[in-house]
C-alpha cells in the first residue's frame, strides 16, 4: 500500500536550522509535507487559523481521486501549523459512500458547521452534506441525517459531479448563503439554523467559464466570488454589491498550480494581512494532480477593491504576530 513519504532530508534541515536557532520564520510550500493535502478552507476563530484539507490517498500509479477523510490543522502565525488528526470522513454522513471532495467550515452562534461533498450511496452523483461539532477540531457528527443538496436536485446538467465545493457565507443580516457547483454555479439561501435550503436553487448565468470551487468573501462592503475556470484550472474572480450577484467578472487571480489540474482556493484575513490558500503538485516524487499539497501565499488587493494576481512562491509567507 503506497503511503505518502515525508521529505525526510528536508525535514531534517529545518530541525537541525530550529536547533541552531537560525530557522526561517517562513512557511515554505507546500506547508504540509508529511501527507498529500488538497481542496483548503479556512476558519479564523479565537486568535487562530483552522485549515481543513482532504487526504489525498491515490497511489502513484492511479489517476483518480481517492480522498476518504478531511484533515485539520491550526496556526496562530501561518507558518507553524498544529496537526489536529481528522475530524470527520466521508463515511461519517451514513447515507453516503465515500469520497472526501471539498469542503468549508464555518462558525454559527457558537457551533462550527462543516459543509462538505460527498458522494451518496443512493442517489447517483456527488452531494453535499452539513456536519456540526462544538470545536473546530471537531469531532463533526452529521446535523440531517440526509444530504443538504443531491444531484438529483439540478438536472440540467447531466454530469454525476456538478454538486459539489461548497462554500457558505453568512452576511451581517445573518441571512447564510450556500454557493456550490461543477460547469454551473448555483446558489441557495440557507436557513437561520443552516441545516435546509431557503428557497429556490438559482444559477449564476454570468459565469460562462466556471469550472468549480467557488468562495464568497465580502470586504469593505464589495463581495468576491473566487471560483476556478477552465482546465487545468486557474482562479478567477467576480464582485458584487450584493451576495446573490449579479457579478461583475474581473480576471485571473491566480495561474495553473504548479503541477495540478485543479486550482482549489480559499482566502482569509487573518492579523491585518490577506491569504490565498490554494494547492499544487509540488511534492515530488509523487505529487501531482491526484496527490496534491496545500500551499499560502500573499493576496493582495488595490485601493479600488481589485484584486492583483496572486505571485506562487516556494518559500510561502512570515510568520505574522
Ligand atoms: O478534490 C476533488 C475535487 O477536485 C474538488 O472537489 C474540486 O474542487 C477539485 O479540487
Not at 482532504?54 to 498544529?82: F, H, I
Not at 446538467?157 to 456550490?180: E, G, R
Not at 468562495?215 to 477552465?230: F, V
Amino acid at each position: 500500500m503506497f503511503t505518502p513519504r515525508p521529505l525526510l532530508p528536508v525535514r531534517f534541515a529545518f530541525t537541525l536550522l530550529a536547533l541552531l536557532g537560525l530557522s526561517s520564520t517562513r512557511a515554505a510550500n507546500p506547508i504540509i509535507t508529511d501527507v498529500h493535502t488538497a481542496d483548503p478552507a479556512a476558519l479564523v476563530h479565537g486568535g487562530r487559523v483552522y485549515l481543513y484539507a482532504g487526504q489525498d490517498e491515490a497511489p502513484d500509479n492511479k489517476s483518480d481521486y481517492r480522498m476518504n477523510r478531511w484533515l485539520c490543522y491550526s496556526s496562530d502565525d501561518m507558518v507553524s501549523w498544529t496537526p489536529h488528526g481528522s475530524p470527520l470522513a466521508a463515511t461519517d454522513f451514513k447515507w453516503a459512500k465515500g469520497s472526501a471532495w471539498a469542503s468549508q467550515v464555518v462558525e454559527h452562534q457558537g457551533k462550527f458547521y462543516f459543509f462538505a461533498t460527498v458522494e451518496h450511496a443512493t442517489v447517483k452523483g456527488m452531494s453535499i452534506g452539513v456536519a456540526v461539532s462544538d470545536s473546530p477540531t471537531g469531532p463533526f457528527v452529521d446535523a440531517r441525517g440526509s444530504a443538504l443538496v443531491t444531484n438529483d436536485m439540478t438536472t440540467d446538467v447531466k454530469i454525476w459531479w456538478d454538486d459539489i465545493d461548497p462554500t457558505v457565507f453568512i452576511d451581517d443580516d445573518s441571512q447564510a448563503y450556500l454557493y456550490w457547483g461543477n460547469t454551473k454555479c448555483r446558489w441557495a439561501k440557507l436557513t437561520p439554523d443552516l441545516l435546509h435550503l431557503d428557497g429556490p436553487i438559482h444559477t449564476v448565468e454570468e459565469f460562462k467559464r466556471f469550472t468549480e470551487a467557488p468562495w464568497l468573501h465580502k470586504r469593505k462592503g464589495i463581495y468576491y466570488l473566487t471560483y476556478s475556470t477552465d482546465f487545468p484550472e486557474k482562479t478567477t474572480y467576480a464582485t458584487s454589491d450584493s451576495p446573490t450577484g449579479p457579478w461583475k467578472l474581473h480576471g485571473i487571480i491566480n495561474e495553473i498550480a504548479g503541477n495540478c489540474n485543479t486550482n482549489h482556493h480559499a482566502i482569509i484575513t487573518f492579523k491585518g494581512r490577506d491569504y490565498f490558500i490554494y494547492h499544487n503538485g509540488a511534492i515530488q516524487p509523487h505529487g501531482g494532480s491526484y496527490r496534491r499539497s496545500v500551499c499560502i501565499d500573499y493576496l493582495h488587493y488595490n485601493p479600488d477593491g481589485s484584486i492583483q494576481r496572486v505571485v506562487m512562491t516556494s518559500e510561502g509567507v512570515s510568520a505574522v504576530r
